[in-house]
């Protein structure tokens, strides 16, 4: 029997955030090689999975699950040292679940839906009303809790959350084919001509992989998919389907939840899945009024806050003064007589006199040797630049040394660096 709604006590404080974080994110390259997706660096001072947690805690959600699979030491360990602080004694909970075997000695997580059928003992006993699916690989602010409102009042068996995408993007998505009154009527998986929004034609609904669910009845799929011999164990190829086709499945319009500042003009959700969507979303941070309020403190973003020193910028004389312009520089940086633009420079980095910097992600850590130019670029953590390099201004040059996208944008890691000495 579906449970009614007795107080008005925020229904986040009854739900369980449970972040699928297993992912390698294939389309990033070298970036995945030795971290999974979530894990990757975003925005001069976070990881990509902190966007998800801290909308959960900032929606009132007290109780998180992250399951984790491909190379998660580097997740984990971020997730120790940022995700702490929730308390069991104030009926909290942080669970960090590593694949691990504990259904079957055979397999792995072999799918989204098993990654949360192998976990379910854990899931009761935290005994939450509600589910709140999330991947751990997004970028945007929301509130939950007007989700799970619209869930429980509409009386759905799911909730799949959605934002409007032009019909010739939609291909690269999972579409929701809704009435008018947002039941979902068919869940449409990258579909070459996917269905338009009734009434806007030329639009359709993305869905973004967030799930609503009451405990009870996802318990109930998970067992009955996991005793499916043809099911593939995935919530979008599988259980999602099969709901829309035999339960009721909503649309949760994503406008209805963004949480946004009064400098963002429109609801900002990205998949940073490739190297330029990456790029992109990092470098537009850089302009004077972003789309992405990172500067909101209603709506803090969560991460391991390090213990590092002030940023500091030395010399001031022309042609080795250091600057930085439209750009982020995080705490332990030192631009020493460098010219930074429209970057961003993560925690610790280093750039030596007459370095130049313009279009420029450098993860933690690296270091920019004297007089090397760096154009367009998405350098790894802790690479060490040589002297004098020069990146992006040679495109065959650019792309016989290092990873280079169709726009141009060009991947630095260490082994890349090492093979020019070689």
Aim: hydrophobic share 40%; aromatic share 8%.
């Amino acid at each position: 029997m579906r449970q009614e709604v007795l107080t008005n006590a925020p229904l986040a404080r009854t739900a369980m955030a449970y972040v699928l974080a297993g992912g390698r994110g294939s389309r990033l390259m070298e970036l995945t090689d030795k971290r999974a997706k979530p894990a990757v660096y975003f925005g001069g001072k976070s990881r990509i999975i902190d966007f998800a947690l801290s909308n959960a805690l900032n929606s009132g959600i007290r109780r998180v699950a992250v399951a984790t699979q491909y190379k998660a030491h580097s997740l984990i360990r971020h997730l120790q040292r940022g995700w702490n602080f929730l308390r069991p004694e104030r009926n909290e909970s942080f669970d960090i679940l590593p694949a691990s075997q504990r259904v079957s000695e055979e397999h792995w997580y072999r799918g989204t839906a098993d990654a949360v059928y192998q976990n379910i003992d854990i899931i009761l006993d935290a005994a939450p009303r509600h589910i709140v699916l999330l991947a751990g690989d997004h970028i945007y602010k929301m509130d939950y809790e007007p989700m799970l409102v619209q869930h429980v009042e509409q009386g759905a068996d799911v909730t799949v959350a959605c934002f409007a995408v032009p019909r010739e993007e939609a291909a690269a998505f999972g579409v929701l084919h809704v009435d008018p009154s947002s039941r979902i009527v068919d869940f449409i998986e990258k579909s070459p001509n996917p269905p338009g929004i009734p009434g806007r034609p030329h639009l359709s609904l993305a869905s973004m992989g967030i799930y609503v669910f009451d405990t009870e009845f996802l318990v109930e799929q998970l067992r009955r998919d996991a005793a499916d011999p043809l099911s593939s164990r995935d919530f979008g190829k599988d259980l999602i389907p099969y709901i829309v086709k035999n339960g009721k499945a909503i649309a949760h319009r994503f406008e209805a939840s963004c949480v946004r500042s009064s400098a963002e003009a429109a609801p900002y959700w990205r998949d940073v899945g490739t190297l330029d969507a990456y790029w992109e979303a990092n470098i537009d941070l850089t302009d004077i009024i972003p789309q992405l309020d990172l500067f909101d403190r209603d709506w803090p973003i969560w991460t391991d806050s390090q213990v590092t020193p002030p940023a500091k910028f030395v010399h001031d004389l022309d042609g080795r003064r250091g600057e930085a312009i439209s750009s982020l520089v995080s705490g332990g940086c030192i631009v020493s007589g460098a010219s930074v633009k429209r970057s961003l420079l993560f925690t610790g980095s280093h750039l030596h006199s007459y370095a130049m910097t313009d279009g420029a992600v450098l993860m933690p850590q690296v270091d920019v040797g004297r007089g090397a130019r760096l154009t367009n670029v998405i350098v790894d953590r802790g690479v060490k630049i040589p002297p004098g390099l020069v990146v992006g201004e040679d495109p065959e040059l650019d792309a016989a040394r290092f990873r280079r996208t169709e726009k141009g944008i060009c991947l630095i890691t260490q082994p890349m660096i090492d093979r020019l000495s070689a």
